[in-house]
């Protein structure tokens, strides 16, 4: 199929090219260049990032959301994208044992999909946003991305959901204290879950205690108990994450966002333009040579 | 002073032109790019990362190691950059209570400098490389570059580092499993520390039955039981450290980590010639369009 016609039928809302489109765009292929540019991008579209320890039930979370959105707004088109290698998501060896959401799968209205990471320990596929625009294209409502909460994936998550869920468990007390800085930064919504164990209440305490209202943002970060497994706490953790879509996003952060994501794409661009493999030659030639210095030699060549 | 004058007093080991070095280097002043395109890098310097999660007590084994250093090669030349937002290297508040450093602080051959992270959560600075080579350049040894284990920073240390420790706490037992195969890839040597809790003896023989040879490099990785605190197990774990450093290091391996650094360098470099300022502007205002899709923007405008 033609780039053309594979981009009108994905703009239909087709499933099949929604998956080509999606698969031609994560390989980078030729065709991906065209299809980005010429995706119309729906803005109504939200995405909730949901990041937290392995263990936290993340999968089970997102699986709890599919089913009350499902019910709640029917007809919703909901899709996941699963960055989390610990995912029974991503996992296929593990599908049979740990998947919980058949029925899903056979749901016409939601789309899941398994991302390779970038780094051995997690961290956003470079082509998780540009995958994320492909299905606000194909008239997703609602993108549940799932990410391994081990730093920079975080961060990275933080800048591309519209609301962001952190995920703890009753035994990830200790943990927060060390981390406490940096997740405050990026959680819009924490959750506790498996609330039915033993400490859920003193993790919520302890979070509610250490949170202040975010600076600039006018929006108090709350602390939700869910117990995904059994749906429990879900509808109020859906309340809170509408509330917060509803509130006045942060208009500069969302502009610093788009400018660095911005600065990003032009850097690919612009390093297109090397010959890559007579760059690489060059290097290791020029690196056998005594008082090599990397920074003269990248210098001299760019001019 | 000129960048001549500070650069020749660097290369004889002048102390202050060494940190005067780092601050233009860090802040990516305009005298930056004439030192560190003048660097005369030692290729004899050993870098040796330390990552694990906060509270695995990696400063304190950093403090072990330069006292074990200082001891076994006297005149030798060491540095410590400390690069996690958890250490009390890089907590000047905490400096008072838990700094246990203090008699290094006023060794003349060792250099202790912490850096500004990256995002939220940790994350090498992107100029720790370039820290590291300007401490190359001013004759030191040993270059200990202490970050905390979430993730992206991970991987990063292990790209920059000759040998890469990962420590770990008896409670950290859990947390492995899931983790385990991110680690393989980045450990040279693993690190039970504060051994002398229960469970250590549990952790390592976890640790050694998951391990296996590293392919393609023939370096089994040891696991060694440390107690920081009272300098515990810190001569074994050099003579490990040693052992790595002798080893024939993957040179595929190597040229490949080069290369990327490379090409990141390229990168910014292309980038200095965009005017940012303009850019941001002509992006704001493209956004507000309706239609704005970002990847025809950025397109449209390199051509």
Redesign the interface.
């Known amino acids: 199929m033609k780039a053309t016609e594979l981009l009108s039928r994905l703009h239909e809302g087709d499933g099949r090219a929604l998956s080509r489109c999606i698969t031609l765009v994560e390989n980078n292929s030729d065709e991906s260049?065209y299809i980005?540019?010429?995706?119309?991008?729906n803005s109504h579209c939200k995405v909730v990032g949901i990041t937290g320890p392995?263990?936290a039930g993340k999968s089970t979370l997102v699986n709890a959301l599919l089913d009350h959105y499902s019910q709640t707004e029917p007809g919703k088109k909901l899709a996941v994208l699963a960055v989390d290698?610990?995912s029974p998501f991503t996992h296929g060896s593990l599908l049979g044992d740990r998947l919980r959401m058949n029925e899903h799968f056979n749901n016409p209205n939601i789309y899941i999909r398994s991302l390779a990471t970038r780094?051995?320990?997690?961290?956003l596929s470079a082509r998780t946003i540009e995958i994320a625009d492909v299905l606000k294209a194909a008239g997703y409502d609602y993108i549940f991305i799932e990410t391994v909460g081990?730093?920079?994936?975080?961060?990275e998550i933080a800048a591309l959901a519209d609301t962001t869920l952190v995920v703890f468990v009753p035994e990830s007390g200790?943990?927060i204290q060390?981390?406490k800085?940096?997740?405050m930064?990026?959680a819009d919504v924490f959750v506790v879950n498996k609330a039915d164990r033993e400490g859920a209440d003193k993790l919520m305490k302890n979070l509610v205690t250490t949170l202040h209202e975010r600076p600039m943002s006018g929006w108090s970060v709350p602390v939700v108990k869910t117990t995904a497994s059994t749906k429990t706490g879900i509808a109020e953790l859906a309340l809170f994450i509408q509330d917060h879509n509803l509130m006045n996003p942060d208009n500069n952060h969302r502009?610093e966002l788009?400018?660095n994501?911005?600065?990003r794409?032009?850097?690919?661009?612009?390093?297109k333009k090397?010959n890559?493999d007579q760059?690489?030659t060059d290097?290791?030639n020029a690196?056998t040579a005594s008082?090599f210095?990397?920074?003269?030699?990248?210098?001299d060549?760019?001019g």
């Open positions: 260049a980005l540019e010429n995706l119309r991008i392995p263990g290698p610990t780094g051995a320990l997690g961290g081990v730093g920079q994936s975080e961060v200790d943990e060390t981390i800085s940096g997740i930064e990026i502009k788009l400018f994501r911005a600065v794409l032009v850097q690919n661009q612009l390093l090397v890559l760059f690489r290097l290791e690196e008082g210095n990397i920074y003269r030699f990248i210098s060549r760019l």
